[in-house]
């Protein structure tokens, strides 16, 4: 069956550094996702992107954050000065289309600010 | 907020035991998902109910999905000590809103 794969599993970084998460979607998907979920806590909502711009955005996702679709198969987020409370795992998924389909997970990248 | 909320937030039983899960919403929604997930990993889809379907099942799954009250049930058979997860709905317009989630224990 074919997976979203997200790049580091983990990762620890200090305060005020950047960090990319990198992520594959799934490779005839045209929608991708960032979710993020501090760690006893609900899955967030980031970003939406489709046709190489972000549809939509929450609150949670400031300046200090971008995504990017480089080539044709990574999708990235981009934290360009971690703070403490950026410590989650981050979730990217992706879909084929908006309305009907099955949003597929990866497996999440764990990212620790100290 | 078009979230889902799940009740009840924690729910314990034995092996062979059924566990139901329940989800509310407030507005329309294109489908209603819900996701399992075991502890520190990532989301695991297990099944997608349109908003025109009313009930869906998948091996050990059976969902229904009330648009007029805005619920959902997840209803897990003959449980199993494998089945200890959590378990969130998420009900999907553009995107998925995920709701607090249900934290199954399934003891043998």
């Known amino acids: 069956e074919p997976e979203v794969t997200q790049t580091p599993s983990h990762q620890v970084t200090q305060m005020g550094q950047e960090v990319i998460l990198r992520c594959v979607p799934i490779s005839n998907h045209l929608y991708f996702y960032w979710y993020r979920q501090i760690l006893g806590q609900k899955v967030e909502f980031l970003v939406s992107f489709y046709n190489n711009e972000i549809s939509e955005k929450s609150e949670i996702f400031d300046d200090q954050f971008s995504v990017e679709r480089p080539d044709g198969s990574n999708f990235t987020l981009k934290i360009r000065s971690t703070k403490l409370e950026d410590s989650a795992m981050y979730f990217c998924?992706?879909?084929?289309?908006?309305?009907?389909?099955?949003?597929?997970f990866g497996e999440g990248s764990w990212l620790t600010v100290v | 907020s078009q979230q889902g909320e799940e009740d009840p937030q924690a729910l314990s039983i034995q092996e062979g035991e059924n566990a139901t899960m329940n989800c509310s919403y407030k507005t329309s929604i294109n489908n209603l998902q819900w996701y399992r997930q075991n502890s520190g990993r990532g989301l695991v889809h297990l099944i997608l109910?349109?908003?025109?379907?009313r009930e869906k099942h998948s091996g050990r799954l059976r969902v229904t999905l009330d648009t007029s009250k805005k619920s959902s049930s997840l209803l897990i058979t003959a449980s199993r000590a494998a089945d200890t997860a959590s378990y969130f709905c998420a009900v999907s317009t553009d995107k998925l809103i995920f709701g607090t989630g249900t934290r199954l224990q399934v003891f043998p």
């Open positions: 109910i349109r908003s025109n379907e």
């Open positions: 998924a992706s879909s084929a289309d908006l309305s009907g389909n099955t949003i597929y």
